[in-house]
T-cell receptor, first 114, second 111 residues
């Protein structure tokens, strides 16, 4: 158990809908990362937050957004969902968000878009 | 340098044998590399890391080797056990707090 928690574990929704995925980092960690893992693209970095502020952006679609709250939990919002958004979404955290800080991953949320 | 795929290579080893999983990375400027293990239904789990100023690092039953000349990373697992069966990913930090993951290798341990 990494100490990173994610809810929900599974989510099934329809195309065009909007969902919110939640992540609580390890106790004391200030930085949160979001990743998407799909069958055809592998594990892809989406976005990073550090202490409430966006720090780095990867392959995140404009339909997706995220935020980190004062209590350091983070939410990933996915809107106008398409079939291709079906994937595992992982959150990771580390203390300071530095390049050589190990990222610890949560158990993931499996999103199925029908 | 992005993970593309995804026909994952598979390594099958006999329990007790040593395993070597290889990875080619893309960015010669990357200075931090990590190996993760992912079991079915779980998130990636940190195994071992190495910085670019080193060429070898050892952990418990695992060793990571880094060859910057050919941009190659390997993970050696000693005395492989059934519990080591998983997908193994290498990841490189390309800067700006961005990790780029390899496509992964499936390790199957035969008892």
């Amino acid at each position: 158990d990494s100490g990173v928690t994610q809810t929900p574990k599974h989510l099934i929704t329809a195309t065009g809908q909007r969902v919110t995925l939640r992540c609580s980092p390890r106790s004391g960690d200030l930085s949160v990362y979001w990743y998407q893992q799909s069958l055809d693209q592998g594990l892809q970095f989406l976005i990073q937050y550090y202490n409430g502020e966006e720090r780095a952006k990867g392959n995140i679609l404009e339909r997706f957004s995220a935020q980190q709250f004062p209590d350091l939990h983070s939410e990933l919002n996915l809107s106008s969902l398409e079939l291709g958004d079906s994937a595992l979404y992982f959150c990771a955290s580390n203390l300071a968000g530095g390049d050589t800080d190990t990222q610890y991953f949560g158990p993931g949320t499996r999103l199925t878009v029908l | 340098g992005e993970s593309v795929g995804l026909h994952l290579p598979t390594l099958s080893v006999q329990e007790g044998d040593n395993s070597i999983i290889n990875c080619a990375y893309s960015n010669s400027a990357s200075d931090y590399f990590i190996w993760y293990k992912q079991e079915s239904g779980k998130g990636p789990q940190f195994i071992i890391d190495i910085r670019s100023n080193m060429d070898k690092r050892q952990g418990q039953r695992v060793t990571v080797l880094l060859n910057k000349t050919v941009k190659h990373l390997s993970l050696q697992i000693a005395a492989t056990q059934p519990g080591d069966s998983a997908v193994y990913f290498c990841a490189e930090n390309i800067g700006g707090n961005k990790l780029v993951f390899g496509a992964g290798t499936i390790l199957r341990v035969k008892s």
